[in-house]
């Protein structure tokens, strides 16, 4: 009997890079959920900021009802009120970015997955189709030898 060959996958490289490309895709996805997250964070850390700001200019002008209230001083906390909506303003870009990032991330992941995913199916096809062919080439082998079995008890 003659031994068939072992299946070889001929696209296996390229099955590879797919793999390689999924599992990058895959871990560029979670650093960027990872940044989404902190810039979650961050804005709300700044919007907590800028609560407890506003507070404090309610709480200054509400004191100053019966007082002289301190120009300056309501002046800088105005400042400073506008600064942290700054970086409120700066921080919900950053967050869209962040989103449109983790988006973008995801359309690549499943582009990439489903590349690797049509190359995974084609190497099991081919590989039971290698099979079958396979088990044939050894059912003629074995009915030959059968064959010659016969012949040789008939003679």
Excluded: C, W
């Excluded at 696209?11 to 650093?31: G, K, N, P, S, Y």
């Excluded at 199916?121 to 082998?141: F, I, S, W, Y």
């Amino acid at each position: 009997m003659s031994t068939a060959p072992s299946f070889r996958f001929r696209l296996e490289r390229v099955r590879a890079l797919r793999q390689r490309t999924e599992d990058l895709a895959r871990q560029e996805l979670a650093h960027a959920v990872v940044e989404l997250t902190a810039s979650h964070d961050r804005l709300r850390a700044v919007e907590y900021h800028l609560e407890q700001a506003r507070d404090g200019q309610r709480l200054a002008a509400g004191e100053s009802e019966g007082e002289s209230v301190d120009a300056t001083e309501l002046l800088a906390r105005q400042a400073f009120i506008e600064h942290v909506e700054a970086q409120r303003t700066m921080g919900m870009r950053e967050l869209e970015r962040h989103e449109a990032d983790v988006a973008n991330r995801n359309a690549q992941l499943g582009l990439a997955a489903r590349e690797h995913r049509m190359l995974e199916r084609l190497k099991e096809r081919q590989h039971a189709e290698h099979t079958r062919e396979a088990a044939r080439r050894e059912d003629r082998q074995l009915d030959e030898i059968a064959l010659e079995r016969f012949r040789r008890s008939a003679a």
